[in-house]
């Protein structure tokens, strides 16, 4: 790969660090911005990037106070000659987030931005600025590309522990200097209240960050927000968002656990039963603290996809907003499935516009892993597979519609990654193993978590012929991060050869294994 030389960390996150650096606990969660009337407005949460594409890129802020935000860039650490964007002013309204839409950026160039927040009635009062930086897509295929993915944080009561050091998965992929983090979901655990201690089996104590709206599952508007802001305390996190532009998607954590919609819960934690009722605040909060493209959308849709230049595009799927209603999954006919009619057929339809090299599928649940739902005692199915290795049911119609689709419309290129299920692994899927055969082959990899418990391994499904090529997992449930097994994968595109590497790394970067899929192949 050709990447241009990246600046050194400590000249990125001067910016974003020193504002940062005086958030403490007390102030962070005390008195609301709104009447905090003195001094000038603060952005001690960071900033993000999102959506970043050929020439334009989203940057996200939370002031501590009403703000007018402002963003400027240059091409320069120096900031001589920026250029400036007027942003919305941060209210109430959005928790006192923003968004603002950079267009017109040239391609595949580090940009470096700094977010002023003004005050509204005296614009001239500004805070301390905010530094980030982001390349963009490159139009030149012989750039290449690189990213990384994982998903699932501070999950079973795992959060931010200072003495293991936070979330320093972080810190090990930012040394990667991928041009994006695809997230794959469960970028909060709004169903898992944290504690300010657990006990470990060998005998230590876990000791984690613990604030008011982490200490109850999440019901109300300002308690999905408060678990958003929860990840922000994390310094690891913060750096890496200033530094890295993301592709963010959800699952079921942000809401409650394997939910869908129309659920009505048994869970005797909730006083809010009604799960669309949660799902539409935790959305709200999900739109205000993640720079998405698409949520600023009239339908606030989370699926989309991002071209990156002529050697990827992203396809990132919801399969939590449209499912049908987890069940035993065995039914011979399907028209819901988990992704819906509309989304299926907006999937397809771009997947054959497409003319990427490589078309990354990005699911935020796998394929032909089996993954349970006992949560009100029957032998309900969360995912797609539900361990019948014959002809597809239930879910896995419209898998295999679509699977049919890609093969007859001789779409090369597809690549399946993953979370959800706290392990990593390698799966290849193949019609000469499979109950259902009309589709070409194709790799999932799955890697994960980010910081939360980790499982031991699901069992497969035959149906779609998956052979476990690689997998890292414990033998027992729920091991702390301090146990290991937190996992992040990367992705490397040759630009000379189009060549993709996949390389699944545990949290320190150390690599596992690894997988050279060749561009143009039907069956990989």
Known sequence: MSHRPFPGRRSVLRGSLAASAALTLPSALGAAPAFALSGRPKAGWGVQTGDVTCDSGLVWVRSDRPARMIVETSATESFRNPRRWHGPLLGADTDFTGTTALRGLPSGERIHYRVLLADPDDPRRTGE????????????????????????????????????????????????????????????????????????????????????????????????????????????????????????QWDDHEVTN????????????????????????????????????????????????????????????????????????????????????????????????????????ASDMPLGLVVPDTGDGKPNIEAVAQGDPGAPLGRELQIAELLRFVKHRRITGTVWLTADVHYT?????????????????????????????????????????????????????????????????????????????????????TVLFTQVLQPGRVGQ
Not at 461 to 487: E, H, L, M
Request: hydrophobic share 35%.
């Open 425 to 509: 692994s390698a799966q290849h899927y193949d019609p000469s193993r499979a109950a259902f055969k009309d589709f070409a082959p194709f790799w999932e990899f799955v890697s994960g978590p980010l910081n939360a418990g980790a499982f031991p391994a699901n069992t497969l499904d035959g149906t779609f012929g998956p052979d476990r090529v690689f997998v890292k997992a414990p033998t027992t449930a729920n091991v702390s991060p301090a146990g290991g097994y937190q996992f992040f994968g990367e992705v490397d595109i040759d630009g000379d050869n189009g060549e993709m590497t996949v390389r699944l790394r545990e949290q320190d970067g």
């Open 129 to 248: 600025p905010v530094t980030g930086t982001f390349r963009t897509a490159s139009a030149r295929r012989r750039d290449g590309v690189r990213f990384v993915w994982s998903g699932d944080l501070a999950g079973q009561g795992w959060g931010i522990n200072p003495e293991f050091g936070g979330y320093r998965i972080y810190e090990a992929m930012a040394k990667l200097d991928p041009d994006f983090f695809l997230c794959s979901g469960d970028n909060v655990y709004a169903d898992g209240p944290i504690s300010e201690t657990v006990a470990l089996p060998d005998g230590r104590t876990w000791r984690n960050i613990t604030t008011e709206e982490k200490s109850k599952v999440a019901e109300t508007l300002s308690e999905f927000r408060g678990n958003f802001r929860y990840n922000l305390l994390d310094e690891n996190l913060r750096a890496f968002n200033a530094q890295v532009p993301s592709i963010i």
């Open 258 to 361: 394997n939910w869908y919609p129309g659920e009505i819960l048994a869970d005797t934690r909730y006083t809010e039963k009604n799960v669309d009722v949660l799902a539409a605040r935790a959305r709200q909060a999900f739109s205000e603290y993640f720079p998405i493209s698409t949520l600023r959308r009239p339908d606030g849709r989370v699926y989309r996809v991002q071209r990156y230049g002529p050697l990827l595009d992203v396809f990132v799927l919801d399969m939590r907003t449209y499912r049908n209603a987890n069940s035993p999954d065995n039914q011979t006919t399907d028209p819901q499935g988990i992704l819906g009619r509309e989304q299926l057929e907006w999937l397809k339809r771009e997947l054959a516009r497409s003319r990427a090299v490589w078309k990354v599928i």
